[in-house]
């Protein structure tokens, strides 16, 4: 049993102290899989952090299995206590993929023949058999999510900890982990994880819900997702009644006539092994989606597209000029990559002011982007780094945003976010379109996407295996196990044809 007892967390800031939990008295079994639910910033990760020892109580007392646990070796916490981070970087520490995944086995005494077997079995498990020799740097989003899980299983611990480690997947993979994570719960492992996803909390046997920083509800998932009033709450859902992955097109931006202007076209790109002859026409004032499997090569076309990486073959042209950086807004799939300057205000001013805006002006734009991203006031003088997984990619979107360049695209940006930073995000982008503004959005989240996008490519290892109109996809979106197939009859029949 892992137990809270009165337990409380304060971060202290420079400017304030910040209390990111309250009384937390709760207990995680055994065999237990429970997920824990909330809007961004009520204290999910911090939960997690001081679940592991990363972080310690400032009141209250934590146990494991009756012990507590500031009487443990940080080595005993390690080895009994797993975490998958929100941001899975920041925990890989090899540059192979095998020693990654070996490093933990290997700090626990263990035979080589023992490290080999369980390091060959945890990267079977996450389904990166083959990896063994790639560069953990070389990895996609993704990729380092399942890598950072191999790490955990490779330890065999009583216990894991994970945070959001499907925000990054795509439909298959988040399938594979969700029968791992069954598996894990079936074979005696407690589990505790934090999730936006309606989809994760089914699977779980209880759920808790933190607000501010307290635990406000706690029961079974069913009572949760019966409740419109408790979904709410918990931002599985916004304020539309929508959750991740079944978004209205209420926000669907101005229908273009054919022919129209192309914004953005990449002909013939090819960069290393990752791109291969990828061509793609995006118009101005479009959304358009970039889908695949993780892996595929989306965030590299992203930077490619944004003219951040020269392509060793093919051209890249934004308004019929050769791409330069600078004219295309490129939001990262990791915020902290993005986010740099010593407080969120700055960083957002950074991009504008770089571009030779007046302060007062960028102060507005980034202002007004901030606002329309749902950053409190008082978040302006934090720094970046001080806030959670979803304040972080809400700030690191405004930056992009207060750019007000021409075309902006947005790699895995509802990643992390809420329900209700979700729906805030998809009105932004219909704004930005109505404006002209062409959106490019890479995701995994297709089917929240698909209703407001005109366009759409699918990207398998780096080759476009089909390009077209949004509202025809679906079909081969099911087809590449990018989305479930739907169950109207109507387009079961459609896909029964088009498999024959
Ligand atoms: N390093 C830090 N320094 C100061 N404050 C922090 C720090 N990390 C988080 N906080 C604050 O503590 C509160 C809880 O943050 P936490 O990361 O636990 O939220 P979360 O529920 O995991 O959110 P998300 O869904 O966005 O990941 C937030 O108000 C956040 O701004
Ligand atoms: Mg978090």
């Not at 809007?39 to 990760?45: H, L, M, P, T």
């Not at 290393?272 to 118009?283: Q, R």
């Amino acid at each position: 049993m892992l137990e809270f007892k009165s337990v409380a967390y304060s971060y202290s800031n420079s400017d304030a102290r910040c209390v990111a939990l309250h009384e937390i008295s709760v207990s995680f079994a055994a065999g237990k899989h429970v997920c824990i639910v909330g809007a961004n910033g009520s204290g999910k990760s911090t939960l997690l952090r001081l679940a592991n020892t990363t972080l310690p109580p400032s009141s209250g007392k934590i146990l494991l299995d009756g012990q507590p646990m500031a009487e443990l070796a940080s080595h005993e916490v390690h080895r009994r206590v797993g975490i998958v981070k929100q941001d899975p970087c920041v925990q890989i520490v090899s540059s192979l993929v095998l020693d990654e995944v070996s490093f933990g086995p290997q700090n626990l005494g263990l035979t080589a023949d023992e490290i080999k077997r369980r390091s060959k079995q945890a990267l079977d498990c996450v389904g990166l058999a083959g990896f063994e020799q790639r560069s953990t740097y070389s990895l996609s989003g993704g990729e380092q999510q399942r890598l950072a899980l191999a790490g955990v299983l490779a330890m065999k611990p009583d216990y894991v900890l994970l945070d959001e480690i499907t925000s990054h997947l795509d439909l298959v993979s988040r399938q594979r982990i969700r029968s791992i994570v069954d598996g894990l719960a079936d074979a005696g492992v407690g589990v505790v994880e934090v999730s936006h996803y309606v989809q994760d909390v089914q699977e779980a046997d209880a759920v808790i819900l933190l607000e501010q920083g307290r635990i406000t509800w706690q029961g079974l998932p069913g009572e949760l997702l019966e409740s419109p009033e408790l979904l709410k709450r918990s931002c599985l859902v916004g304020a539309s009644g929508c959750h991740a992955g079944h978004f209205v097109d209420a926000n669907r931006a101005v229908k273009r006539t054919k022919g129209g202007a192309v914004a953005l076209c990449a002909s013939q790109v090819s960069m290393d092994d990752i791109l291969h002859g990828v061509s793609l026409e995006v118009g101005a004032g479009d959304l358009h989606i970039i889908a695949g499997k993780s892996g595929a090569g989306k965030s590299t076309l992203a930077q490619v597209l944004a003219g951040l990486i020269v392509p060793d073959a093919g051209k890249v042209t934004c308004a019929d000029l050769q791409v330069q950086p600078g004219a295309v807004g490129l939001a990262f799939q990791r915020v902290a990559e993005q986010l740099f300057c010593d407080t969120v205000l700055d960083d957002v001013m950074f991009g504008p002011q770089q571009g030779g805006m007046p302060e007062a002006q960028a102060r507005a734009q980034a202002t007004q982007a901030l606002q329309l991203l749902g950053i409190e006031e008082e978040l302006y003088e934090r720094n970046p780094l001080d806030l959670s997984g979803g304040q972080a990619r809400r700030v690191a979107l405004a930056g992009i945003i207060a750019l007000k360049t021409g075309v902006c695209i947005f790699d895995e940006p509802t990643a992390g976010l809420d329900a209700v930073g979700r729906e805030e995000l998809h009105a932004v982008v219909a704004t930005l379109c109505k404006e002209g503004c062409t959106v490019i959005v890479v995701t995994h989240d297709i089917e929240e996407w698909l209703a407001q996008a005109q366009t759409l490519t699918v990207l398998d290892t780096g080759h476009v295996v089909w390009s077209g109109a949004a509202k025809k996809a679906k079909p081969v979106l099911v087809r590449t196990g990018l989305i479930n197939s739907s169950k109207s009859s109507e387009e079961q029949g459609f896909l029964a044809e088009d498999y024959q």
